[in-house]
């Protein structure tokens, strides 16, 4: 596993590779990472779950109470949901989005694939993102799996992270470029 840079990164590697450790003695770690998924679509559509975790106003028991909740609710694993419970109770889910994108690399890994964080201006279609999966495979030599997130802000291109690798196409950045070499000239 890759150093740190900064102390909250690090106690994420260390949650989700206990949790990857947990996954795989189980034999669930698809199961582990669809459940981590289907608890990001959650906290990216509700503000006060974000809120929820983000916020230290908010007790342990309150916060534990709460993701108890949430995860019998959403159907999330006894494993998944045991997880976050331990974390909600260690005052630790401000670090969950970490953790999910460390245990999406550790799970990657283990399937002898190379994980990429994929930013868009628009949606990709089925088609592009196997093309694209392609492309990368072109050039790492393994499996590519991809996150894509989309970011309109952006306008075009795509902004690529593999590990200590990011190749930016985006159009925001080309105009930047452009814009900041006018200037320099004028």
Known sequence: MAKSSSPISAVADRYAASLYELAAQ???VAKVEADLGRFEQLLGGSEDLSRLIKSPVFSADDQLKAISAIADKAGISSLTGNFLRVVA???RLFVVPGMITAFRRLAAEGRGEVAAEVTSAHALTSA???DLKAALKSVVGKDVA????VDPSLLGGLIVKMGSRQIDTSLKTKLNSLKLALKEVG
Do not use: H, L, M, Y
């Not at 991809?146 to 997130?149: D, E, F, L, M, N």
């Open 89 to 91: 109770w260690n005052r």
């Open 128 to 130: 592009q993102e196997a």
């Open 146 to 149: 991809i996150s894509v997130t």
């Open 26 to 28: 189980a034999g669930s």
